[in-house]
T-cell receptor, first 115, second 111 residues
């Protein structure tokens, strides 16, 4: 596709439920990034992939969060046992390679609301 | 710990009223400083990269400058379509390529 696509755009879930957020990066981009953005804050790094492997997952807040990119293209961010504090916009970005992380192209985000 | 502080948090301008946004940073060594524009409901859109003190970049009504401690985003004769949140981010030398973002400045330009 022409840009980074994230689905769903909005997700409302109940506390304790499991959610999956999907990111479809720009074709040919080997690096993919997940960020979380709360209201009034800048994006906060979660994890990034170079190809299929997670190159840096130091931003994941705890073991309820997990992400995969099995074929080096589409990625899924998975959150178990959701909590109200997980409510935020989850942004995905991609770039040709990790050296271009700061110039990555962002998707429109998935707004997650945990009630 | 790397820190990026943006000011003001919010700025309201009249169309044509020039102003500047500030981004001050504290890092062990700067590899690059970046500016982005973010519209409501969208992800950030990359604008500029600055690498060294004294460097300047321009795009339409925007000009970004860099010193050893801060960066400014100057907006000349803004238009309502310049209304957005402007984010600043830094990369540190010797560290990860992942940028550290500030909280942004929300700019509203009134017609």
């Amino acid at each position: 596709g022409a840009g980074v696509s994230q689905t769903p755009s909005n997700k409302v879930t109940e506390k304790g439920k499991y959610v999956e957020l999907r990111c479809d990066p720009i074709s040919g981009h080997t690096a993919l990034y997940w960020y979380r953005q709360s209201l009034g804050q800048g994006p906060e790094f979660l994890i990034y992939f170079q190809g299929t492997g997670a190159a840096d997952d130091s931003g994941l807040p705890n073991d309820r969060f997990f992400a995969v990119r099995p074929e080096g293209s589409v990625s899924t961010l998975k959150i178990q046992r959701t909590e109200r504090g997980d409510s935020a916009v989850y942004l995905c970005a991609s770039s040709r390679d990790e050296n271009m992380a700061a110039e990555a192209f962002f998707g429109q985000g998935t707004r997650l609301t945990v009630v | 710990e790397d820190q990026v502080t943006q000011s003001p948090e919010a700025l309201r301008l009249q169309e044509g009223e020039s102003s500047s946004l500030n981004c001050s940073y504290t890092v062990s060594g700067l590899r690059g400083l970046f500016w982005y524009r973010q519209d409501p409901g969208k992800g950030p859109e990359f604008l500029f990269t600055l690498y060294s003190a004294g460097e300047e970049k321009e795009k339409e009504r925007l000009k970004a400058t860099l010193t050893k401690k801060e960066s400014f985003l100057h907006i000349t004769a803004p238009k309502p379509e310049d209304s957005a949140t402007y984010l600043c981010a830094v990369q540190t030398s010797g560290g990860s390529y992942i940028p550290t973002f500030g909280r942004g400045t929300s700019l509203i330009v009134h017609p």
